[in-house]
């Protein structure tokens, strides 16, 4: 069962990195809100690096997921200063410098401050939480689902359920996980539904 549940967020998440490289080459867009990706690669690369000491399947994982997350950051950096305000485009290149500086603090805090088995957990859930929020606050901002799709919300749901269930519930309960995870899902679902009835609209404006 632990490793069926790895195995599926592994896959899961996965399939939301290529899905947002796929539509973000061809859209011209990014599809991962810039906190979110801060945050995601700052935490892939940490864990990646520090596991490389005695490999597990999650340390292959985190090694495919911060090199699909590179392709990612430079979908971001090459389309994304289309979204900022017009009167903020000029510091599109250091608001987003700072961003992800910030990110690598805040992860690298979580990684001295806890034991090595708890930072990665404390601080994957708690962003999982930041991105699940911003995905919504993504999708009403773009009003559209550029760069979005089914298949990266119901994977990004399951990729976050996958664990929230193996570590919350399956290893022992931990409620820190089982209250992140549960937002988590809360914002996933709707996420997922709101997405869903973007694409409909969208398809009878063409029809």
Known sequence: ?????????GIAWTIVYIDCIRLGIKQKTYGIPLFALALN???EVIYTVSGLSS???????NLIWACCDV????????YGKKYFPENAKKHF??????????????????YFHFTWTEAPLYSA?????????LFVYMLFSRKSSEGQSMAIAIAKWLGTLAPTLLLGVYRDINIYVIITGALCSVWDLIYIYQ???KIKEEKLAVA
């Open 195 to 197: 997405l869903n009835k």
């Open 1 to 9: 069962m632990e490793l069926f549940l790895t195995l599926v967020s």
């Open 41 to 43: 690669i700052a935490w």
């Open 93 to 110: 290149l250091s608001f987003s410098l700072v961003s992800f500086f910030t990110s690598i603090a805040l992860q690298l805090a979580f």
């Open 125 to 133: 859930f708690a962003q999982n939480v930041v991105m699940s929020i």
């Open 55 to 61: 490999p597990n399947v999650q340390s292959i994982v």
């Open 71 to 78: 392709v990612i950051v430079y979908t971001y950096f090459k």
